[in-house]
């Protein structure tokens, strides 16, 4: 259950940017995008995104610069189709739990979707943490809302587990997703030390049930 994965990934941004790209021609107009996607990817990691150009790209993927115009007509163009996938994602996942009532099982249900899906499109997750500021403003200014929203959403389930520990729901919040933001920007790190997404989701789990029902102590 996933969102958007290694493979729909490319039919979704073929279908919601219809209107800017011109190829019709399905296959290969899907095969280009993901070599556009991952030349971006690479070089925003070599380079750096602010210093790559369409020229870089062009050499990267084999495409010529008409070419590469059939997709994109910018880099903020490129830059706002990732976002807007991160973003997609990311506000589809708490919808596939919405049935769950019990709010410790949902919070677990959400951190784990969360982890996982951003295993699944790592560089998309990490391309908007570290470069959102090479998006236009009013990106910026929606990517910054869509993180927000789901902090929000965990803060309003956290409000509902019974005799949690006092304290701010919105600030327990914010520390469940920089755990998972941890996951996805610092991955060296945990594949250095062979750690798994399971062993991860699992051990964020552990945190997150241990802190909202620890028991109560009284002053």
């Not at 739990?97 to 990490?126: C, G, H, N, T």
């Not at 570290?130 to 403003?137: G, K, N």
């Not at 949690?164 to 610092?186: C, M, S």
């Not at 997404?197 to 009284?218: C, E, H, K, N």
């Amino acid at each position: 259950m996933t969102p958007l994965d290694g493979v729909n990934i490319w039919a979704y941004l073929l279908d919601r940017y219809a209107d800017r790209i011109t190829v019709k021609r399905r296959k290969p107009a899907l095969e280009n995008l993901e070599k556009i996607f991952n030349a971006t990817f690479k070089l925003a990691n070599e380079v750096g995104f602010r210093a790559m150009n369409l020229r870089d790209l062009c050499g990267e993927t084999g495409l010529s610069m008409g070419g590469l115009y059939g997709y994109i007509a910018s880099k903020d163009q490129l830059a706002e189709m990732i976002e807007d996938v991160v973003r997609h994602a990311t506000l589809e996942v708490p919808k596939m739990f919405a049935e769950l009532r019990e709010p410790l099982d949902k919070l677990e249900a959400l951190i784990r979707a969360s982890i996982y899906v951003s295993e699944i499109l790592q560089p998309w997750f990490y391309f908007v943490f570290m470069d959102t500021r090479v998006l236009q403003a009013a990106q910026r200014s929606t990517a910054k809302e869509a993180e927000l929203h789901v902090q929000s959403l965990f803060a309003a389930i956290i409000e509902q587990v019974p005799e949690r520990p006092a304290g701010g729901a919105e600030l327990v919040a914010a520390h469940i997703v920089a755990t998972f933001q941890d996951w996805y920007v610092k991955r060296w790190k945990y594949r250095a030390a062979d750690i798994s997404p399971d062993r991860f989701a699992d051990s964020a789990v552990r945190m997150m049930r241990g802190y909202l029902t620890a028991p109560v102590i009284a002053a």
